[in-house]
């Protein structure tokens, strides 16, 4: 989500300290992974938005998806991408969107589970999500023009 | 379906130094052990300072006070409100 090795390793331990520090407000209204899901993912947006002031968290931002939102786009769009161009799209892929694909389709976490974490409703990570794969769908296009997503 | 988002993670998981969670462990062990040493032996290292000078208990070292015992007279038997036991008959 980073994209900085120095980086990622520096909020590793940040945010180990700061669950350490905060585990007195842990409410058990999620589970515990949830919980320090978000500690993480807050953590890494303030971090991304120090660096990079105006950077879209999420492709929401951009006008030209929100009326490609209605589609049904495929998984396999994502999920059967070759791995070396799947790399090159995901590092240009705007970091909430990014983060989002990661919760679902690696860490393979619920639609509950990640609207607990984003603080969001179920319908709207439903939407971030297809708005997510139609950025990256987007991106693939833009840079390998129209050939086929699969090997 | 492949999921090669999952195996690219892979991948890259693969890159890491084979000894990296033995350290982070390693480290983790270590802070745990001192973490217990701290819990168990700096609390009772200040309360002799803090007796030393003269002050009181530290409120995390207070012994919860114990019950009071009844005062009883154990020469008198209770009064019984059942049947007598005779083992002898009289």
Known sequence: MLSDDGLARDATQDIFIKVLLNLGKFTEQSSFSTWVYSITYNFCIDIIRKKKKN?????????KFNAS?????????????????????MELMPPGDKAILNMKYIDELQIKEIAAVLNKTESAIKMQ????K???QSIYEEKYGTEPIGK | MHNNLKKLQEEREAMLPPELEDRVSSHLGTMAY??????????????????MVGGEDLPCLRR??????????WRTPPPSEGPIFNPSGA
């Open chain 1, 55 to 63: 950077i879209l968290i999420f492709s929401e931002d951009v006008g």
């Open chain 1, 134 to 136: 139609a950025k990256a």
């Open chain 2, 34 to 51: 001192f973490g217990n040493l701290i819990e168990l032996f700096v609390p009772n290292a200040l309360q002799v300072v803090v007796r």
């Open chain 2, 64 to 73: 919860s006070k114990r019950r009071e015992t009844p005062n009883i007279d």
């Open chain 1, 129 to 132: 999500i297809m708005r997510a």
């Open chain 1, 69 to 89: 939102v209605e589609v049904e786009i495929p998984d396999s769009v994502i999920l059967e991408m070759e791995t070396q161009r799947l790399d090159k799209v």
